[in-house]
């Protein structure tokens, strides 16, 4: 009998490669998605084939973190053996602009999905992946940073992620649950949203080299990201759902690049000069700047087998070949 995973967040670009990974391990993947008037599934569009037939193997369900009585339910209708908790406001200059919703569902929206395990009384069988952040270092405190480095949130985003980085330790240790939390450096990919700054970065150059746009706007560029590949990265949240104890790690690649160099690699890729283009904008600006973010992985290598392939300049090259094959003009 197949496996069960529950994924939050599944039609982002987490969730989607980690349903990809889900389904061809043989899991029954099941995904929570908001009700909207436009449909936004563009990233799982093609496991569409999953979703009929006669061994249907992925369903997805309406549902909200915002919504606890939903979410019980669904957990007792389910019996899921394995929960993925990826959903979130996760833009962190978007988190100041709405502090008190990016709050809401993801620090507290953690709170009640782990409530309605116990509630739904599946917590002696299922395990519990929370998608954690490296926003969480903010201010950092050492160098590079690893799972014991104290925390420093410099975000509505980031003090959401502590708030639920912290009640899961606390689940695990109170109701002894199975409980995981994943702390992910930045980890981006050719489904990356456009209003993040890699993905913003790439498609601009692609656009650029296409003739469709002439400048690129950004705030902050000489700050410094731990950069990796989505699609590995979710490799490693399920490898820490298999292990015979719960436990935290850190997923990164131990390198830090300024996002001039992102644009020196993603600009270059198409034998452009950033600097003819890319303009400042303040209001691209964080009231808190997180200036530097570097992960040692040693822990999630020795435990989990885990290490990342993809660098920053593979990662650059990777998105813009991508962008620049969807937006090049055609004869």
Same mark, same amino acid.
């Given at each position: 009998m197949a496996r069960i995973a529950l994924i939050t967040g599944i039609t982002g670009q987490d969730g989607s490669y980690l349903a990809e990974l889900l389904l061809e391990k043989g899991y029954d993947v099941h995904g929570i998605v908001r009700r909207a008037s436009s449909i936004n599934r563009a990233r799982i569009d093609h496991l569409a084939a999953y979703e009929?037939?006669? !061994?249907?193997?992925?369903?997805?369900?309406?549902?909200?973190?915002?919504?606890?009585?939903?979410?019980? !339910?669904?957990?007792?209708?389910?019996?899921?053996?394995e929960i993925y908790n990826l959903a979130a406001q996760s833009h962190v200059r978007v988190s100041f602009d709405i502090p008190e919703y990016t709050a809401d569902i993801t620090g507290v929206g953690a709170a009640r999905i782990l409530e309605a395990i116990i509630e739904s009384g599946i917590g002696k069988k299922v395990r519990f992946y929370q998608a954690s952040s490296s926003e969480m270092f903010g201010k950092v405190q050492a160098v590079p940073q690893v799972e014991t480095t104290p925390f420093w949130p410099r975000s509505p985003y980031a003090c959401a992620k502590v708030f639920a980085h912290w009640?899961?330790?606390?689940?695990r240790e109170s109701y002894n649950l199975f409980a995981c939390s994943g702390i992910l450096f930045n980890h981006e990919s050719p489904r990356r949203g456009e209003n993040f700054v890699?993905? !913003?970065?790439?498609?601009?150059?692609?656009?650029? !080299?296409a003739g469709l746009q002439k400048e690129l706007h950004l705030g902050n560029i000489d700050s410094k990201r731990d950069w990796g590949f989505a699609k590995e990265y979710v490799e490693g949240m399920w490898r820490m759902l298999q292990q015979d104890q719960p436990d935290d790690y850190v997923l990164a690649t131990n390198e830090t690049h300024t996002i001039k160099e992102f644009l020196d690699a993603a600009f270059g890729r198409l034998n452009l000069d950033w600097h003819d283009h890319v303009k400042f904008d303040e209001r691209f600006l964080r009231p808190a700047e997180v200036d530097l973010l570097i992960g040692d992985y040693t822990k999630a290598k020795t435990k989990l087998g885990w290490e990342p392939v993809t660098r920053m300049k593979g990662l650059a090259e990777l998105m813009v070949d991508s962008d620049y094959a969807a937006v090049r003009p055609t004869k």
């Open positions: 009929s037939g006669t !061994k249907k193997r992925l369903f997805l369900h309406y549902g909200d973190l915002a919504d606890s009585v939903s979410l019980v !339910k669904l957990l007792y209708q389910l019996q899921p053996d009640l899961t330790v606390n689940y890699t993905r !913003k970065i790439t498609l601009a150059a692609a656009s650029i !080299k």
